[in-house]
């Protein structure tokens, strides 16, 4: 079963412009990561939160997590072609540690 | 290595043959993770290996499937008597531990059953 959900399903916005993509998941959980992937083949990893953190950044990301709302957000600022991908959110929960995926926001930034 | 490398890239099989996919971790990963992605679809577990624990293989679809590894290093995964439901991603990930850091994936093995 799937953790995560991503939301949108697709995003498609103007170079420039901000993204945001959301991420809600069902129980308690250890870790969230956002992960990108482009073409369909190997992902790569963005950002990992942990469940005591409440907010992270790296370079144009910055991803929130609220634990009340069991919910996360990835926010990419100033978008640039190169950002199209499709992007994940994984879970992991209690003593498994196996990060469990959704089905992905695709993003499309148009040049 | 520099990075988790999976083979071959491509396999194009028949359905009916078995086929085996290979993970090289990262070195020093003491935890490796097995993933299918079907076309358009998210990321399905498969089996995971931490360490010379046993392995978690809930994910596990069918008893076609299983996996090997050996140590803290390569794995493989064997697919028997494929079929045609069977063609997707098949991605490979490792971690330096458990639940404390990112995880690493392979550019992943594209299996075509036809």
């Known amino acids: 079963s799937q953790q995560g959900e991503e939301d949108p399903q697709a995003l498609s916005i103007q170079e420039g412009e901000n993204a945001t993509m959301n991420c809600s998941y069902k129980?308690?959980?250890?870790?969230l990561q956002w992960y990108r992937q482009n073409s369909g083949r190997g992902l790569v990893h963005l950002i990992l939160?942990?469940?005591?953190?409440r907010e992270k950044h790296s370079g144009r990301l910055r991803v929130t997590l609220d634990t009340s709302k069991k919910s996360s957000s990835l926010l990419i600022t100033a978008s640039r072609a190169a950002d199209t991908a499709s992007y994940f959110c994984?879970?992991?929960?209690?003593?498994?540690?196996?990060?469990?995926f959704g089905r992905g926001t695709s993003l499309i930034v148009h040049p | 290595g520099a990075g988790v490398s999976q083979s071959p890239s491509n396999k194009v099989t028949e359905k009916g043959k078995d086929v085996e996919l290979r993970c090289d971790p990262i070195?020093?990963?003491?935890?490796l993770y097995w993933y299918r992605q079907r076309l358009g679809q998210g990321l399905e577990f498969l089996i995971y290996?931490?360490?010379?624990?046993?392995?978690?293989k809930s994910g596990l679809p069918s008893d076609r499937f299983s996996a090997e590894r050996t140590g803290e290093s390569v794995s493989t995964l064997t697919i028997q008597r494929t079929q045609q439901e069977d063609s997707a991603v098949y991605l490979c990930?490792?971690?330096?531990?458990?639940?404390?850091?990112?995880?690493?994936f392979g550019q992943g093995t594209r299996l075509t059953v036809v």
């Open positions: 990930a490792s971690s330096h531990d458990r639940g404390k850091a990112e995880a690493f």
């Open positions: 129980t308690s959980i250890n870790n």
């Open positions: 939160i942990r469940s005591n953190e």
């Open positions: 994984a879970t992991d929960a209690g003593g498994s540690y196996i990060p469990t």
């Open positions: 070195s020093g990963h003491t935890a």
């Open positions: 290996f931490q360490g010379n624990s046993a392995p978690d």
